[in-house]
């Protein structure tokens, strides 16, 4: 059929007749029922998840948590929901919840999940088998795919208000319902970072960017397994797209190049901080790039493993009683290391390194920084510690 000869085009159909349809909206009896609780509660916690991307939606969320004084949680995997420096934000974005998150949520008396990833997960991380006493009140459409396809769902988390919704859509109507409330928040102090080594590693990854994109609009696309939330601040909806989902590998690269291609011209840069083996199993999107001239940085912290598979094989390694020296077979990509600076240019891009040292960190990211604004795709190679420690 694909190489059949092709007769009349055949007529457009008419776009005004194919629009989408307009956000579904709660009931007011149940907008009116999550309202009180939120309203009459004492510890009340927000956990900010799959939120709006529009500057108004970010807003409207800010403005619901200062107006209950309400506590915010957000996770790593999504796209940045509110702002990581505010005065309400509880706790770096993470994977799952940090020590004073989880305590935090075990002792509020109303949850609002906004759509926030695995509900039923993130409670069992604070109440682990034991009731659930805060109030749950679920805004998300997640419950539109236990009934699809595959049928595929997280655990079903206890809930008491579900409101069948996208954020977008329930928030403002939340954000006009509610009463502020004038008591304090009960925001966790988080413990501070430990100083960065002396050596190239995550931390020192996250202060030099931090040096060389002030006054700079970045958007990330991706961050490293280990990467510790706190290293970064988000402050605008597109600061950070979230992680791909599905539990995929080799997609960072892509991202990358489609976000670069997406703010081509808009003043906000894509920046990828890429595993070593997620950017071996992609990087072929760098030509792409290069090709099409998409200015984007990737800065690959390269451990020369694939670290979370060899950590969790000297896991198992101890838990069978096998040799834990044995942990790197088929995980350690060293001896030779792969010269992914080489694997840069030889498809078009400027590519840097390998850096090794500490004070070469920050020049390197100026160096990408400057190629990009000359329209150039550019890849850091970063030999980091090879730790899986938060910390470094």
């Known amino acids: ?49 799959r939120c709006s991307r529009s500057v108004d939606g970010w ?44 305590a935090m949520v075990r002792e509020a008396d109303v949850v ?17 088998d034991k009731p659930v006493t805060a109030k749950v009140i679920q805004v998300s459409v997640d419950q539109y795919s236990h009934r699809g396809g595959s049928a595929d769902h997280f655990g079903l988390p206890p809930i008491d208000v579900y409101l069948m919704c996208e954020t977008d859509a329930v928030v403002p109507l939340l954000l006009d319902a509610v009463t502020a409330r004038a008591t304090p928040a009960n925001v966790p102090v988080a413990p501070s970072l430990k100083p960065a080594p002396d050596a190239v590693s995550l931390r020192g990854v996250g ?7 002030k006054g700079v609009d970045v958007c990330y696309t991706r961050f490293p397994l280990g990467w510790n939330g706190a290293y970064t601040h988000f402050r605008h909806p597109l600061d950070y797209i979230g992680h791909d989902g599905g539990a995929g590998v080799g997609s960072g690269p892509g991202m990358t190049v489609g976000a670069g291609l997406a703010l081509k011209g808009t003043g906000r840069i894509a920046v990828g901080l890429l595993g070593n083996g997620d950017f ?16 984007c940085l990737m800065i690959v912290c390269n451990n020369r493993s694939f670290y979370n598979d060899e950590r969790h094989q000297g896991n198992m390694a101890t838990h069978r009683g096998r040799p834990v020296e044995n942990c790197w077979i088929g995980q350690r990509i060293d001896d030779p290391p792969v010269d992914i600076a080489a694997m840069a240019r030889s498809q078009g891009a400027v590519g840097i390194g390998p850096v090794e040292k500490m004070e070469d960190i920050l020049p390197a990211i100026q160096q990408g920084l400057a190629a990009m604004r000359a329209g150039t795709p550019c890849v850091i190679d970063m030999h980091v510690l090879p730790g899986y420690d938060t910390q470094v």
């Open 280 to 295: 071996l199993m992609g990087n072929t999107a760098v030509w792409t790039a290069a090709h099409y001239q998409i200015p």
């Open 207 to 213: 202060l030099a960017l931090e040096e060389a994109t």
């Open 59 to 102: 807003n409207a969320c800010v403005a619901l948590a200062e107006k209950l004084n309400a506590p915010v949680c957000t996770n790593i995997k999504l796209a940045t929901a509110f702002p990581t420096d505010h005065r309400l934000h509880a706790a770096p974005p993470g994977v799952s919840l940090t020590d004073e998150a989880r």
């Open 1 to 49: 059929m694909q190489e059949e000869k092709l007769g009349p085009l055949p007529d457009l159909p008419n776009p005004a007749r194919h629009v989408p349809p307009p956000a579904a909206t709660p009931s007011a009896g149940q907008l009116a029922v999550a309202a009180h609780l939120l309203s009459s509660a004492k510890r009340p916690v927000i956990l900010a998840g």
């Open 112 to 128: 609002l999940s906004l759509d926030y990833l695995d509900l039923g997960a993130t409670l069992k991380q604070a109440f682990g």
